[in-house]
T-cell receptor, first 116, second 116 residues
Framework: AQKITQTQPGMFVQEKEAVTLDCTYD???????LFWYKQPSSGEMIFLIY??????QNATEGRYSLNFQKARKSANLVISASQLGDSAMYFC?????????????FGTGTSLTVIP | DAGVIQSPRHEVTEMGQEVTLRCKPI?????LFWYRQTMMRGLELLIY????????DSGMPEDRFSAKMPNASFSTLKIQPSEPRDSAVYFC??????????????FGDGTRLSIL
Protein backbone atom coordinates (compact mmCIF):
# COMPACT_ATOMS: atom_id res chain seq x y z
CA ALA A 1 0.00 0.00 0.00
CA GLN A 2 1.09 3.54 -0.68
CA LYS A 3 2.33 5.34 2.40
CA ILE A 4 1.34 8.76 1.03
CA THR A 5 -1.48 9.35 -1.42
CA GLN A 6 -2.15 12.59 -3.23
CA THR A 7 -5.21 12.08 -5.39
CA GLN A 8 -5.26 15.44 -7.18
CA PRO A 9 -2.76 15.49 -10.04
CA GLY A 10 -3.72 19.07 -10.90
CA MET A 11 -5.64 21.89 -9.25
CA PHE A 12 -6.65 25.37 -10.32
CA VAL A 13 -7.49 28.27 -8.05
CA GLN A 14 -8.38 31.88 -8.62
CA GLU A 15 -5.93 34.41 -7.30
CA LYS A 16 -6.79 35.53 -3.73
CA GLU A 17 -8.94 32.46 -3.14
CA ALA A 18 -8.10 29.65 -0.73
CA VAL A 19 -7.25 26.16 -1.95
CA THR A 20 -6.94 22.78 -0.24
CA LEU A 21 -4.50 20.14 -1.44
CA ASP A 22 -5.30 16.64 -0.26
CA CYS A 23 -2.96 14.17 1.36
CA THR A 24 -3.77 10.87 3.02
CA TYR A 25 -1.25 8.62 4.67
CA ASP A 26 -0.93 5.07 5.88
CA UNK A 27 1.02 4.08 8.97
CA UNK A 28 0.67 1.91 12.04
CA UNK A 29 3.28 3.89 13.92
CA UNK A 30 1.59 6.09 16.54
CA UNK A 31 4.41 8.62 16.27
CA UNK A 32 5.07 10.27 12.93
CA UNK A 33 5.61 13.57 11.22
CA LEU A 34 3.96 15.00 8.14
CA PHE A 35 5.63 17.53 5.88
CA TRP A 36 4.68 19.58 2.84
CA TYR A 37 7.10 20.76 0.19
CA LYS A 38 6.70 23.18 -2.70
CA GLN A 39 8.50 22.71 -6.00
CA PRO A 40 8.19 25.71 -8.33
CA SER A 41 9.01 25.46 -12.02
CA SER A 42 12.60 26.44 -11.23
CA GLY A 43 12.94 23.02 -9.64
CA GLU A 44 14.02 23.49 -6.05
CA MET A 45 12.21 21.71 -3.22
CA ILE A 46 11.11 24.10 -0.49
CA PHE A 47 9.99 22.91 2.94
CA LEU A 48 6.70 24.57 3.89
CA ILE A 49 5.15 23.13 7.02
CA TYR A 50 5.36 20.29 9.54
CA UNK A 51 2.72 18.52 11.65
CA UNK A 52 3.53 16.01 14.36
CA UNK A 53 1.15 13.17 15.09
CA UNK A 54 0.80 14.22 18.73
CA UNK A 55 0.34 17.89 18.02
CA UNK A 56 -2.97 19.09 19.41
CA GLN A 57 -3.21 22.09 17.14
CA ASN A 58 -3.13 22.24 13.37
CA ALA A 59 0.17 23.63 12.14
CA THR A 60 0.24 27.07 10.55
CA GLU A 61 3.00 28.98 8.76
CA GLY A 62 1.90 32.28 7.31
CA ARG A 63 -0.62 31.58 4.56
CA TYR A 64 -0.10 27.84 4.89
CA SER A 65 -2.03 25.71 7.32
CA LEU A 66 -2.45 22.02 7.73
CA ASN A 67 -5.89 20.49 8.20
CA PHE A 68 -4.84 17.47 10.25
CA GLN A 69 -7.51 14.81 10.75
CA LYS A 70 -5.77 11.98 12.55
CA ALA A 71 -8.67 9.53 12.58
CA ARG A 72 -9.05 9.92 8.83
CA LYS A 73 -5.28 9.84 8.34
CA SER A 74 -5.38 12.99 6.30
CA ALA A 75 -3.11 16.02 6.34
CA ASN A 76 -4.44 18.48 3.81
CA LEU A 77 -2.54 21.66 3.01
CA VAL A 78 -4.60 24.83 2.93
CA ILE A 79 -3.19 27.86 1.14
CA SER A 80 -5.11 31.03 1.89
CA ALA A 81 -5.24 34.11 -0.34
CA SER A 82 -3.52 32.39 -3.26
CA GLN A 83 -0.87 34.32 -5.14
CA LEU A 84 0.50 33.79 -8.63
CA GLY A 85 3.77 32.70 -7.05
CA ASP A 86 2.00 29.76 -5.42
CA SER A 87 1.79 28.02 -8.79
CA ALA A 88 3.98 24.96 -8.28
CA MET A 89 4.04 21.26 -7.53
CA TYR A 90 3.24 20.40 -3.92
CA PHE A 91 4.45 17.22 -2.25
CA CYS A 92 3.24 15.64 0.96
CA UNK A 93 5.71 13.49 2.90
CA UNK A 94 5.77 11.41 6.06
CA UNK A 95 8.41 10.16 8.42
CA UNK A 96 7.66 7.46 10.96
CA UNK A 97 9.38 7.65 14.33
CA UNK A 98 10.18 3.94 14.23
CA UNK A 99 12.18 4.62 11.11
CA UNK A 100 15.52 5.44 12.65
CA UNK A 101 16.95 6.62 9.37
CA UNK A 102 14.84 9.76 8.97
CA UNK A 103 13.65 8.31 5.69
CA UNK A 104 10.73 10.14 4.13
CA UNK A 105 7.87 8.74 2.10
CA PHE A 106 6.78 11.19 -0.59
CA GLY A 107 3.52 11.43 -2.47
CA THR A 108 3.29 11.86 -6.23
CA GLY A 109 2.51 15.54 -5.93
CA THR A 110 -0.25 17.97 -6.92
CA SER A 111 0.30 20.62 -9.55
CA LEU A 112 -1.32 23.89 -8.50
CA THR A 113 -2.03 26.66 -10.99
CA VAL A 114 -3.14 30.04 -9.72
CA ILE A 115 -5.24 31.91 -12.27
CA PRO A 116 -5.10 35.72 -12.34
CA ASP B 1 22.77 30.35 6.63
CA ALA B 2 23.91 28.43 3.58
CA GLY B 3 21.58 25.72 2.43
CA VAL B 4 22.44 22.47 0.72
CA ILE B 5 24.73 23.20 -2.19
CA GLN B 6 24.79 21.00 -5.26
CA SER B 7 26.97 21.17 -8.32
CA PRO B 8 26.75 21.31 -11.20
CA ARG B 9 23.25 22.71 -11.73
CA HIS B 10 23.10 21.27 -15.21
CA GLU B 11 25.09 18.51 -16.85
CA VAL B 12 24.85 17.34 -20.42
CA THR B 13 27.08 14.48 -21.48
CA GLU B 14 27.22 11.61 -23.89
CA MET B 15 26.28 8.07 -23.14
CA GLY B 16 29.13 6.07 -21.67
CA GLN B 17 30.78 9.01 -19.94
CA GLU B 18 31.35 9.16 -16.22
CA VAL B 19 29.20 11.67 -14.36
CA THR B 20 29.96 13.01 -10.89
CA LEU B 21 27.42 15.00 -8.92
CA ARG B 22 28.49 16.86 -5.81
CA CYS B 23 26.76 17.92 -2.64
CA LYS B 24 27.65 19.99 0.39
CA PRO B 25 25.09 19.46 3.17
CA ILE B 26 24.07 22.02 5.74
CA UNK B 27 26.73 22.25 8.42
CA UNK B 28 25.90 20.14 11.45
CA UNK B 29 23.37 17.94 9.73
CA UNK B 30 23.65 14.24 10.52
CA UNK B 31 21.86 12.81 7.51
CA LEU B 32 22.45 13.14 3.81
CA PHE B 33 20.11 11.82 1.14
CA TRP B 34 20.39 11.42 -2.62
CA TYR B 35 17.16 11.41 -4.64
CA ARG B 36 16.32 11.11 -8.31
CA GLN B 37 13.24 12.74 -9.79
CA THR B 38 11.65 11.84 -13.12
CA MET B 39 8.21 12.38 -14.57
CA MET B 40 7.60 8.66 -14.78
CA ARG B 41 8.79 7.58 -11.33
CA GLY B 42 8.49 10.73 -9.26
CA LEU B 43 10.92 11.25 -6.40
CA GLU B 44 13.00 8.18 -5.58
CA LEU B 45 15.41 7.79 -2.69
CA LEU B 46 18.68 6.37 -3.98
CA ILE B 47 20.85 6.23 -0.87
CA TYR B 48 21.29 7.94 2.46
CA UNK B 49 24.10 8.44 4.93
CA UNK B 50 24.16 8.96 8.67
CA UNK B 51 27.32 10.54 10.07
CA UNK B 52 29.08 9.85 6.76
CA UNK B 53 28.21 6.15 6.81
CA UNK B 54 25.96 4.72 4.08
CA UNK B 55 22.90 3.25 5.76
CA UNK B 56 20.60 2.18 2.97
CA ASP B 57 21.54 1.98 -0.69
CA SER B 58 18.66 -0.24 -1.75
CA GLY B 59 17.38 2.50 -4.03
CA MET B 60 20.52 2.64 -6.14
CA PRO B 61 19.40 1.40 -9.55
CA GLU B 62 22.39 -0.72 -10.41
CA ASP B 63 26.12 -1.08 -10.05
CA ARG B 64 26.73 1.83 -12.37
CA PHE B 65 25.71 4.10 -9.52
CA SER B 66 27.93 4.72 -6.52
CA ALA B 67 27.93 7.30 -3.73
CA LYS B 68 30.50 8.36 -1.20
CA MET B 69 30.66 10.69 1.74
CA PRO B 70 34.33 11.09 2.69
CA ASN B 71 33.57 13.71 5.33
CA ALA B 72 30.68 15.53 6.96
CA SER B 73 30.70 18.36 4.43
CA PHE B 74 30.89 16.58 1.11
CA SER B 75 29.25 13.79 -0.84
CA THR B 76 29.38 12.57 -4.41
CA LEU B 77 27.07 10.53 -6.57
CA LYS B 78 28.80 8.90 -9.50
CA ILE B 79 27.37 7.21 -12.57
CA GLN B 80 29.74 5.17 -14.68
CA PRO B 81 29.02 4.48 -17.46
CA SER B 82 26.07 6.81 -17.93
CA GLU B 83 23.05 5.86 -20.05
CA PRO B 84 20.22 7.96 -21.54
CA ARG B 85 17.75 6.49 -19.03
CA ASP B 86 19.77 8.10 -16.25
CA SER B 87 18.54 11.50 -17.40
CA ALA B 88 16.72 13.06 -14.46
CA VAL B 89 16.99 15.70 -11.78
CA TYR B 90 19.18 14.53 -8.90
CA PHE B 91 18.61 16.07 -5.50
CA CYS B 92 20.74 16.03 -2.43
CA UNK B 93 19.06 16.71 0.92
CA UNK B 94 20.26 16.87 4.50
CA UNK B 95 18.64 16.86 7.90
CA UNK B 96 19.34 16.84 11.60
CA UNK B 97 18.95 13.74 13.73
CA UNK B 98 16.08 15.33 15.60
CA UNK B 99 13.86 13.63 18.11
CA UNK B 100 11.61 11.05 16.57
CA UNK B 101 10.19 12.50 13.44
CA UNK B 102 10.19 16.27 13.53
CA UNK B 103 13.16 17.23 11.39
CA UNK B 104 12.50 18.24 7.79
CA UNK B 105 14.84 17.37 5.01
CA UNK B 106 16.39 20.41 3.35
CA PHE B 107 16.98 20.04 -0.36
CA GLY B 108 19.58 21.47 -2.66
CA ASP B 109 18.55 23.03 -5.96
CA GLY B 110 19.20 19.79 -7.81
CA THR B 111 21.34 18.78 -10.76
CA ARG B 112 19.52 18.44 -14.06
CA LEU B 113 21.31 15.61 -15.85
CA SER B 114 20.87 14.88 -19.53
CA ILE B 115 22.59 11.88 -21.11
CA LEU B 116 22.61 12.01 -24.89
Amino acid sequence: AQKITQTQPGMFVQEKEAVTLDCTYDTSDPSYGLFWYKQPSSGEMIFLIYQGSYDQQNATEGRYSLNFQKARKSANLVISASQLGDSAMYFCAMREAANTGNQFYFGTGTSLTVIP
Amino acid sequence: DAGVIQSPRHEVTEMGQEVTLRCKPISGHDYLFWYRQTMMRGLELLIYFNNNVPIDDSGMPEDRFSAKMPNASFSTLKIQPSEPRDSAVYFCASSLEGTGHNQPQHFGDGTRLSIL
